[in-house]
């Protein structure tokens, strides 16, 4: 095996031996087929769209594909093999439709190789030997590493969009062109040779697509659930029997919460599904009581605690522990071997039967209550207060400090960063990362609450909205405005988002806590000269930068 795409990698170069996350060798190598099998698919399937053919299932399968082997989503050697096998019979698809296509404009099919024509391996063990072959070392030692490392960026880019799409999906929200653009990029990803240039082109541009794929997310979340408005959460445990729902699944948490309903249940949102407490179309049902525990690393101690069933709609899963396997859940494309996984029915009652045999809490938990649902609608509505504090100087400086939580120490600083900023500044955040200083107390100015709680990840797109508005505003771009970014990562979503910054132009942002293993050096420096991209230092010296 060899993986680098997360920001836990063993000695910040590369899983070699097992994953940091819990990925096993064999899962790792059947993660790497199935991307180049997908790529595959997509190379017809791209040919097949420039001749006005499309079949939704072929673009659904890469999109899936994509998303399956995003960091702490599937740990199943079983389902690997099975989308592996499902590859085959779809780039069989792609296939005819691309072939069909040519013969219907009187063109001759072009004979492809590489990933289109690679024969499926018959046997889990043949798999994995193939993957092997497949991986980013593999790849490295074909284009030397500066260019694999730019290769697996637009990849781990596509994997955070297609996450979003597939999202956007259950929902009902589907862009034909944004199927376009992942097959269009993993045909190109499947090209035998690579400039630098060419490569950094690319990545930009996913990272133009993928604000069109957060943009639909949005409009998928707003269009079905309204937009969030502020709400007071509560963060601790009421008396009775309890669903945990972690993951960044809406449409999950909707329909388990329409299963439990009358049931005597109490369910809580966990990590990434907190901004699901503000969404008017679920805030609605009286037993969604609150959020429990924090981000997704702590979910070990957390889950063991928890007297419910708990329920994983998406990333982020760890290796359960013993005392809660037999009620930890998994649905979508999140697996874990031995985890009961809720099928596409969506029936849940094993959830349902799970949280009733558990003992719940047997009385309610000291109440506390944290501010959350101030993503783009809810700004906007007070931008003319904001604007006159920032012309009054009441208001000097926006923080964006938001980003993926992760087990490192070093992941310290954004805590000591948050509650350094000075008290006439704003601090905007979203995604798990916010957990590291979302139950501390940041007053507020004339009003505005300091701290403004944003959303999922994806709502980095609100917070793009906000900045654009800001900026029009003050009559500039979002470079000439009072805001500083300072990005925590830790998987591919957070990818695509960096992307999508970069591709805005958006300069001076500081990102760790360390860079991505796969952005090789000279990369680095294209992108510090370009941007001013820099690793985050220490808070004394960001500050001090920053704010002068
Ligand atoms: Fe946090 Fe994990 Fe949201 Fe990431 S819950 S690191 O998937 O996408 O952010
Ligand atoms: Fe290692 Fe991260 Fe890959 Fe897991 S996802 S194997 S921790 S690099």
């Known amino acids: 095996m060899f993986c680098y795409q997360c920001e836990q990698t063993a000695k910040g170069t590369g899983c070699t031996a097992f994953g940091v996350c819990g990925k096993s060798p064999e899962v790792a190598d059947l993660q790497d087929l199935l991307i180049y099998l997908a790529k595959g698919v997509s190379m017809y399937a791209h040919r097949a769209r420039q001749l006005g053919a499309v079949d939704r299932n072929v673009d659904v399968f890469v999109v899936e594909a994509l998303f399956t082997t995003i960091t702490n989503v599937n740990f199943d050697e079983a389902r690997m093999e099975a989308m592996i096998r499902k590859a085959g019979e779809v780039r ?17 099919p072009e004979t492809l190789g590489g990933p289109a024509v690679f024969p499926v391996p018959s046997s889990r063990s043949e798999m994995i030997n193939a993957g092997e072959k497949v991986n980013p070392e593999a790849g490295s030692e074909v284009h030397g590493e ?34 376009g653009f992942i097959h269009e990029k993993m045909d190109f990803l499947a090209g035998e040779s690579f400039t630098v240039d060419g490569l950094v082109g690319q990545a930009m541009d996913a990272g133009k697509w993928n604000i069109s794929v957060m943009e639909l997310l949005d409009a998928a979340n707003t269009g079905v659930y309204g937009h969030p408005e502020p709400t007071k959460a509560r963060v601790t445990g009421v008396k009775g029997k309890a669903i945990l729902v972690s993951g960044h699944d809406l449409k999950d948490l909707d329909l388990l919460l329409q299963q439990t309903e009358g049931k005597g249940i109490n369910i809580y949102t966990h990590g990434e599904m907190l901004p699901c407490l503000a969404y008017p179309g679920l ?23 928890f007297p419910g069933a708990i329920l994983m709609t998406t990333n982020c899963i760890q290796k359960p522990k013993d005392s809660y396997l037999a009620r930890i859940f998994t649905t979508g494309l999140v697996a874990w071997p031995g985890a ?19 003992p719940g809490f047997d009385e309610d938990e000291e109440p506390h209550f944290i501010n959350v649902g101030f993503a783009r609608n809810t700004v906007m509505s007070v931008a003319g207060k904001v604007i006159d504090l920032v012309k009054a100087g009441k208001l000097r400086h926006f923080f964006l400090i938001g980003g993926c939580d992760g087990a490192k120490p070093g992941r310290s600083y954004y805590t000591d960063f948050a509650t350094s900023v000075p008290d006439d500044c704003v601090i905007l955040t979203l995604a798990c990362g916010k957990y590291r200083f979302n139950k501390l107390e940041f007053g507020d100015i004339d009003g505005i609450p300091r701290l403004l709680d944003a959303g999922q990840c994806n709502d ?89």
């Open 283 to 305: 805030k609605k049902y009286k037993h969604l009581v609150g959020n429990y525990g924090s981000a997704w690393q702590n979910q070990r101690e957390e889950f063991e605690k």
């Open 146 to 179: 500066v260019v694999q490392g730019l290769r697996d960026l637009v990849l781990l880019g596509l994997k955070g969009s297609a996450a979003y799409m597939d999202h956007a999906k259950v929902l009902g929200y589907e862009k034909d062109e944004l199927y």
């Open 92 to 108: 069989e698809a792609a296939k005819k439709l691309y072939e069909d296509a040519c013969r219907k404009a009187g063109k001759t």
């Open 340 to 358: 009961t996984h809720i099928g596409d029915g969506k029936d849940f009652s094993p959830v349902i039967e799970a949280a009733l045999a558990a």
């Open 460 to 548: 980095a797109y609100s917070a793009v909205r906000i900045a654009l508005a800001l900026a029009d505003a003050f009559k500039t771009d979002i470079n000439g405005l009072p805001l500083s970014l300072i990005l925590s990562w830790y998987e591919q979503k957070a990818v695509c988002i960096l992307l999508s910054l970069l591709y805005l132009g958006v300069k001076n942002m500081r990102i760790g806590p360390t860079l991505p293993a796969f952005v090789k050096e000279p990369v680095f420096k294209v992108l510090q000269e370009k941007f001013n991209l820099q690793p985050v230092t220490t808070v004394e010296q960001d500050l001090k930068a920053i704010l002068g």
